[in-house]
């Protein structure tokens, strides 16, 4: 009698433990997802430029070679400002101060000082390209002897960003569209949409040496600007009935 007992137990014990199984077994509806990043291009011409104008001078004491930096670079200044550029378009970018050495062939004797260079290099803000050449030159007129760099800017960039994000999210809706057809299906509502910003960098940067600044009226051609924009979106994704 004791053994019958135990095994009813174990006949209930055993419908209790299997009968949840077949219970558990409905899923929830699950919602397919299409992702795509796409980048886009916008064209824009630059219509302002900055002119990094350098003066390098030598002597043989530090305030010799500064005093003579310091009588050209005011010079090229008050010219940038009768040129219509002053204020907050001008900044000196760099100043520098170094030691010329002079070293023994065979090492055997310490360096010695010969003299000082000093640099002193601003940068200024041109709003008309038509300017830019005649800033260098008169620049160069009055004492500047390097010219590092010219970089091309356009005032409407952010409106061009804004045309290339739209451009960017056109190809990356196109591109979901052409995938959920390749699935047998069609593409539902917009999901998520986000942009990786590309920096707004200079069209063009130049390095410029003194010959190649020589020459009066110098030519400047600023070319286009290219702005980029990449955005990533996820969509629903609609079978076919």
């Known amino acids: ?74 010079a090229i200044l008050d010219t940038l400002r009768v040129l219509g550029i002053s204020g907050d378009r001008v900044s000196t970018m760099n100043y520098n101060v170094a030691p010329d050495m002079q070293y023994s062939p065979n090492g055997q004797t310490p360096p010695r000082i010969t003299g000082y260079t000093v640099t002193n290099t601003v940068r200024a803000e041109v709003q008309k390209l038509d300017d830019v050449g005649r800033v260098i030159d008169a620049a160069l007129a009055k004492g500047a002897n390097e010219i590092s760099s010219l970089q091309f800017f356009s005032s409407k960039a952010d409106s061009a960003r804004r045309a290339a994000l739209s451009t960017a999210v056109g190809n990356a809706r196109a591109d979901a569209e052409a995938l959920a057809r390749a699935a047998g299906g069609s593409l539902g509502q917009l999901l998520e949409l986000s942009t990786n910003e590309f920096p707004i960098r200079p069209m063009q940067e130049m390095a410029m040496g003194r010959v190649a600044m020589a020459q009066a009226k110098t030519p400047i051609e600023a070319g286009q600007q290219t702005v980029m924009a990449t955005v990533s979106t996820k969509w629903v994704f609609v079978p076919a009935k």
């Open 1 to 74: 009698m004791r053994n019958a007992i135990i095994l009813g137990n174990c006949v209930l014990l055993m419908s209790v433990l299997w009968r949840p199984s077949v219970a558990q077994v409905a899923s929830p509806s699950m919602t397919s997802v299409i992702a795509t990043s796409a980048t886009g291009e916008a064209h824009v011409t630059p219509d302002r430029a900055t002119v990094f104008v350098g003066v390098q001078t030598k002597g043989t004491t530090a305030a010799a070679a500064g005093a003579e930096n310091a009588r050209r670079q005011r």
